[in-house]
């Protein structure tokens, strides 16, 4: 497999859109990869949204996810000047006052766009150590070979490890890098939060690591201009100090990814199944708090 991946990364662009055109018919129109989570999120996403506009967004996003798959391919052998001419960073002067003061930084960000180009573009912009925080893969082989592509850029770090990266790097000038939009399974902690309109579980990293670390919060939103072609442009979150034990910083995160979803929908993974079913016991935290927030009682 890793083989494979590394002969189709050779292939010049023309040759990979054009595998990317296969690739869209056999996996949404013939095997109808996920096309029920699909039209449900986009229900959830556009529920004014007529049954043209939907199929429309449901189109572009196919053809988009068929050719972010076949660049990210292409990703694993471009160099860093590739990477750069085809990755403009929009207002790189939000985060040179940090820079010049060596003020540590936990970048978020969310599967939107080619993931894995912009990783390494968020990498080489700044000028520290990046800790790219992933979740392994399934398949060894495969996760071993993404792993080492990324590592080009930054250090990639198993989720499971983030807390002793955190410590080992304490005292120096780093960022953390993660990518929090996807669904906890159920077996883990989950923040539930408003998301477009019903209620999505979250990751409690981006509270916890900017808790931990007392780094200036970034929000990168990226945006695809046309094939091959990326931007990413910075947003502050929060400053430090952040005080313990609040979620003010993962409800930014996630005001900021509805924001970012909304402006370029079709280059949003909305094959990722976010909108789940709460346990009894969440839903019995979550009937309060709606009625709180009905009442305008709630914090």
């Not at 930054?154 to 990518?179: N, Y």
């Not at 919060?217 to 952040?242: C, K, M, N, Q, T």
Request: proline share 7%; charged share 25%; net charge positive.
């Amino acid at each position: 497999m890793t083989r494979l991946i590394k002969a189709l990364s050779h292939l010049p662009f023309p040759v990979l859109y054009a595998l990317a055109a296969v690739l869209r018919v056999l996996a949404f129109n013939v095997a109808g990869y996920r096309r029920k989570v699909i039209e449900r999120n986009l229900g959830i996403m556009f529920p004014d949204a007529t049954a043209a506009e939907k199929k429309k967004i449901k189109r572009d996003f196919q053809r988009y996810f068929a050719e972010a798959a076949v660049e990210t391919l292409k990703g694993f052998t471009m160099s860093e000047e590739e990477i750069r001419e085809r990755v403009h960073v929009e207002n790189p002067e939000c985060l040179q006052p940090y820079i010049e003061r060596e003020q540590s930084m936990l970048i978020l960000t969310l599967h939107q766009s080619n993931i894995e180009w912009l990783v390494g573009s968020i990498c080489m912009a700044l000028p520290c150590p990046v800790a790219g925080v992933y979740k392994p893969l399934h398949n060894p082989h495969v996760d071993a070979f993404i792993k080492a592509g990324r590592a080009r850029f930054g250090k990639p770090v198993a989720m499971k490890s983030t807390g002793r990266e955190i410590l080992r790097l304490r005292k120096s000038f780093r960022a953390i890098l993660l990518a929090a939009d996807q669904s906890p399974i159920s077996r883990e902690k989950r923040f539930w939060h408003p998301f477009f309109s019903q209620q999505a579980p979250f990751y409690y990293g981006p509270q916890a690591i900017a808790e931990a670390t007392q780094a200036v919060v970034v929000f990168v939103h990226p945006r695809r201009l046309s094939r091959g072609r990326y931007s990413i442009r910075w947003e502050i979150l929060a400053e430090p100090p952040h005080s313990a034990g609040g979620t003010e910083i993962l409800e930014r995160f996630i005001q900021a990814c509805e924001r970012s979803i909304r402006e370029q929908p079709t280059t949003w993974w909305m094959s990722n199944k976010k909108w789940k079913t709460p346990k009894d016991w969440e839903r019995q935290v979550l009937e309060p708090a709606s009625d709180n927030r009905a009442t305008g009682t709630g914090r």
